[in-house]
C-alpha cells in the first residue's frame, strides 16, 4: 500500500500546499523524493492522489491529484464506551479498534476504573489517543478517522447515552445475557459499553440495563478490558463488511 497521510485541512485536486511539522517529518523518515507518489486523506471520505513536489529542511510540499471514491468503513457505525484501561493498553486498543473499523471511542471513568484523569491530564491524553488514532487509519487504509471524545464519568456519559439509537448492548457475565451471535445481526448503528479492568459495579450495569442497553455475553471465559471491547468489534466487523 503506498504511504497515507491524514490532514485536517480542505482538499481538492490541483491544490498545492505545506505539509504540518509531523506529517512533514513522517516523510522525511520514509526518505520519499520530489516526483514520489502517496495518498492523502482528511477523514471526510475519499481520498486523494498526491506527488511530493518539494523536501525541505522542515517541511514537505505536495500537489494534490485527483480524488478517490474509495470506502473501506463499516456498514454498522460502531462507538465503543469503555472504562479505560490502565498503562500502555489503551494505546493498544485504540489502534487496534481503528484498524478493526471502529466508528467512535469514548472513554469513561468507572466505579472500578484505575486510570483516573481530569482537566488538562484528560485532554492530554485524549489529544494523544486521537493521534493514535488517525496513525492507525493512515495504516490501515481507512478513509475516515474515529473520533476519541472527551473522558467522562459513567454517570454523566449514561445520562446522554439514554437517548442513544440502534443496538445498545453492555458486556455481561449475567445469566440472561444473549450470546456473541446477536452482534451478527447488527445492521444498524451499535453503541457497546464495556467495563475498565474488574467490570463495570452492579450498580453501573443496572443502570445501564435500565437505560436501554442489552446484556451481552462473549462467552464463558473472562477477557481483559482491553481485550473484549475488540473481540465484539470483529464479530460486529465480520457482519458489517
Known sequence: MPVRVHLDAPLHEGADLTLPPEASRHIQVLRLQPGDALIVFNGQGGEW??????MGRQDVDLAIGPHQATDRELACPVTIALGMPANERMDTLVEKATE???????????ARSV???????AEKRRAHWQGVAEA?????GRTRVPAVASIQSFD???AQAA???????VLSFGPDAAGPATLLQARGPVLLLSGPEGGLDPREEDLARQAGFQPLSLGPRVLRADTAPLAALSLLALAGG
Open 115 to 121: 486510570l483516573k484523569l481530569s482537566g488538562e491530564r
Open 49 to 54: 492522489a498526491a506527488t511530493v513536489t518539494r
Open 136 to 140: 492507525a487509519a493512515e495504516q490501515s
Open 163 to 169: 437517548t442513544a439509537t440502534g443496538l445498545c448492548q
Open 156 to 158: 454523566a456519559w449514561l
Open 100 to 110: 478493526l473499523g471502529v466508528y467512535a471511542i469514548q472513554p469513561l471513568m468507572c
